[in-house]
């Protein structure tokens, strides 16, 4: 889903938005029309599409992480843009039956996405990476 919201993002030269609902473990698409056509010119009326009930399949939103901001309950939205570059964040996901954990990460200038097992959080750079 991360990647087709990229790709339509780019290929549509316009934003798309992944919102993630924490409390309900549920995510979904924001795309930049409205229902019928045509483009919105309110966040309200922006068309939602690919709604997924995580839950259904017992795995739930443990947190997201948005430019270093961890949230653990409520509402958080991300953006790909007409580039492809992405929010920063991490999404960790927990399947409690298993007792697993995944970390999906995707990158900000390319809007990459990585798979980690358990938590992951990337180190800052230091300055000799740089050297």
């Known amino acids: 889903m991360l990647s087709s919201t990229r790709s339509e993002a780019i290929s549509r030269n316009r934003e798309f938005q992944v919102h993630y609902d924490l409390d ?3 995510y979904r698409v924001r795309t930049p029309y409205k229902d019928g056509g045509g483009f919105a010119a309110e966040d309200d009326e922006r068309l939602w599409i690919s709604e ?16 270093d ?32 954990v995944f970390t999906v990460e995707v990158l900000p200038l390319t809007g990459d996405i990585r798979f980690h097992t358990g938590f992951f959080e990337r180190d800052p750079p230091k300055d000799e990476d740089f050297e």
């Open 52 to 67: 997924t009930p995580l839950w259904q399949e017992g795995i739930s939103i443990a947190q997201v992480t948005v430019d």
């Open 69 to 100: 901001e961890v949230f653990t309950s409520g509402k958080v939205f991300v953006r790909f843009d007409a580039l492809g570059t992405s929010s920063n964040h991490t999404v960790t996901l927990s399947q409690d039956i298993f007792e697993r």
């Open 24 to 26: 309900e473990h549920v």
